[in-house]
């Protein structure tokens, strides 16, 4: 799914019981500058939404390098589909989770405002 051109509340969820909602997406009048995208991080270890079109993507709380999705890295099926979309694209295959570091984290958009 694409969603750089929409916004839309995201709940992650993970077996473990991990569950997080957060806005994803962007705004209309800001769809140049803003896509709200899930993103790990490498400092805090945890779930942190950023900025996916800031050249520099930092953790809003430890200021550390995120890895944002749709990084194959974070997710457990590695779907290829050529070379990486300009937009994020919510992954479809179990991901990370950053609370049990297992791969059975799914995103799941709960409402769209477009
Ligand atoms: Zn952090
Ligand atoms: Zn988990």
Redesign the pocket.
Known sequence: MRFAAMGSIIKALCSCGFETEFFGGSLRSDQQSVCMAPAL?A??G?L?TVNYLEKDCH?P??R?TVVFYNDPALQAEQVSSGPQPEDFVLPRSACLCPSCGCFSLHFEPLSCCE
């Open positions: 991080c400092g805090c945890n942190q953790c709380v430890c550390a």
